[in-house]
């Protein structure tokens, strides 16, 4: 039985994602492959290559790879499903376009965003934003998966020593181009690399309030979020949102400040390993879910906490 | 041009849902049902795109039991022209659901097929990407904006990181992020007109789709309850107990 994983990476280097889905590949069991595809990507190629537990990394290296297309990108891996029993990527907003296409050119079922691996065909997936979990089994030949992020633990950067190889695949759907992209330049970790987040609610009352959180963000070296509730507050911009319409989190400090704790944000942050509540209203139920809960205003408690670190 | 958006019948998003002791679902018992917020979003979109003079036609596509009508006719009530619905008591799962699109889209031909990004339901987030699949067209997942020609679309999506903006030939399939739009409410004359307004019924058999469930439920139960902590009693307080207790700052 053999695993195809699909890297997710940016020519560069391999996004920490990949190193999750290799884990739950790991619990499958089989040889594990990861396929790299991109345009001049060797460099992601060789860092794929030491990844702890692959064993091979199959490469496609091409402009019709370039930025992930999902036709394209679809197409190339149906050719190459055959040799595989499952094949998986990560819950993101990579994994969850190109994917499902992959799964219906098979005609299988695709299991999304599984967060344990039962057996080879059982697995278990959050539905209902979190609210309920379900354990599911899969009939078909192929078990096509996506894998979220913060549910295994990812397996080392260094230490394996897989085969690369070239494959001569050039699939251009050409139905589809890309134009440009708009990347938010971050001075502070990614939201989904971070150790430590301090996201702000509703409380907040506005954007520039913000400036706030930056500082506590900068003395510990955080990544900013933000509940739903000030994303369309206009506050600040939709891709700080943790939440299940947003980015799921699970890192190990999660400082919740003037936010209520509406499910859907509690379903994007509630795997934290320490939760702490800020908020001034003691029945909020942010407390239900927070280790440590502080109840004060927090235009007074965040200064302090700045001034304390 | 003609418009196919979907109206899946879900739980509304403000029910808290309890799942059933026997762990077979969630309890859908007298439980408010409503058109898939992200639905909501391609129903707007597409009636929009019609008031702009872009679109001639906006048809609406519900796959379900005989009271998806409901979501049908609110749909037609918020805009959408004529309304289809595909009647049936299987358990319809992503793949399911885009055999039946594809049988339709086979059938009406519409240039632009806008569905939610992902039902709140299921939360799967597959059926408008198979549907692109099967229907060997293009497609673009999970817009912010959509500006529409007459063989092409650019489309600007939200991706981890930013936002990204692609050109996809017509006909294509359009997923719906939040940010797309604010749907409208329907208005009192809307909701009586739409019920004048024509739903055709087919079943998959009718429409030779297999719709056979792939994946089989073994059980659903509620998620692992995190215990509340403690509360503590100031500041200074709690930057003592994440450095000494908990060990998460230095």
């Excluded at chain 2, 403000?14 to 049902?33: A, E």
């Amino acid at each position: 039985m053999s695993i195809l994983v699909v890297a997710e990476h940016d020519n560069q280097t391999v996004k920490l994602p990949t190193r999750v889905v290799v884990a739950a590949a790991q619990q499958i069991g089989g040889d594990i492959h990861l396929l790299v595809a991109g345009e001049a990507c060797s460099a992601a190629a060789e860092a794929a290559a030491s990844i702890d537990g692959v064993s091979k990394v199959l490469v496609a290296d091409d402009a019709v790879y370039g930025h992930a297309l999902a036709e394209n990108l679809a197409e190339l891996i149906v050719e190459l499903a055959s040799d595989y029993s499952h094949i998986m990527t990560a819950t993101t907003t990579s994994g969850k376009n190109f994917m499902p296409r992959v799964a219906a050119l098979l005609d299988v079922a695709q299991i999304s965003d599984i967060m344990s691996v039962e057996s080879p065909d059982t697995f278990q997936r959050p539905i209902y934003a979190g609210n309920a979990i379900a354990t599911v089994q899969s009939d078909d030949a192929v078990k096509v998966l996506t894998v979220r992020g913060t549910a295994f633990d990812p397996v080392a950067e260094e230490g394996g020593t897989a085969d690369v190889e070239s494959i001569d695949l050039v699939k251009d759907a050409a139905v589809s181009s890309w134009l440009r992209e708009d990347v938010v330049e971050l001075e502070r970790p990614e939201l989904t690399a971070a150790s430590i987040i301090i996201s702000g609610g509703r409380g907040m009352q506005n954007g520039e309030n913000f400036a706030l959180l930056e500082s506590v963000a900068d003395k510990l070296g955080a990544a900013i979020g933000a509940s739903r509730a000030a994303v369309d507050a206009g506050f600040v911009a939709n891709d700080m949102q943790v939440g299940q319409t947003g980015k799921i989190v699970a890192p190990d400090l999660y400082i919740a400040v003037g936010i209520s704790g509406a499910i859907q944000h509690l379903a994007g942050m509630k795997d934290s390993k320490v939760i702490v509540a800020i908020n001034k209203d003691e029945d909020a139920p942010i407390f239900q879910v927070a280790d440590y809960g502080l109840v004060a205003d927090l235009f007074d408690a965040v200064p302090e906490l700045d001034s304390l670190l | 041009m003609k418009i196919l958006v979907t109206a899946k019948r879900v739980v509304d998003y403000n029910v808290s849902i309890r799942v059933l002791n026997d762990q077979t679902g969630v309890d859908l018992n007298n439980v408010k049902m409503s058109v898939n917020p992200f639905d909501e979003i391609a129903i707007e979109e597409a009636v929009r795109l019609k008031e702009a003079g872009k679109a001639e036609e906006v048809i609406v596509l519900s796959v379900g039991a005989g009271n998806c009508q409901e979501q049908i006719r609110t749909a037609l009530a918020l805009g959408a022209d004529r309304g289809i619905l595909v009647e049936t008591d299987e358990d319809m799962q992503p793949l399911g659901i885009a055999k039946v699109m594809k049988a339709i889209v086979d059938k009406e031909q519409p240039k632009l097929i806008i569905t939610g990004k992902q039902a709140i339901d299921g939360d799967n987030s597959q059926t408008g990407q198979m549907l692109a699949a099967l229907a060997g067209i293009s497609q673009a997942t999970f817009a912010s904006e959509i500006d529409l020609d007459d063989d092409f679309a650019t489309v600007t999506r939200e991706v981890d990181g930013g936002l990204e903006t692609i050109k996809v030939d017509l006909p294509a399939v359009v997923t719906t992020d939040l940010r797309l739009n604010e749907p409208r409410y329907a208005s009192l004359p809307n909701i009586m007109k739409a019920k004048k307004k024509q739903v055709d019924v087919y079943t998959p058999s009718e429409l030779e789709v297999d719709v056979t469930p792939r994946v089989r439920t073994l059980k659903v139960e509620p998620p692992a309850e995190r215990k509340a902590g403690i509360k503590v009693e100031s500041v200074e307080e709690l930057v003592d107990k994440l450095r000494n207790e908990a060990k998460v700052i230095s």
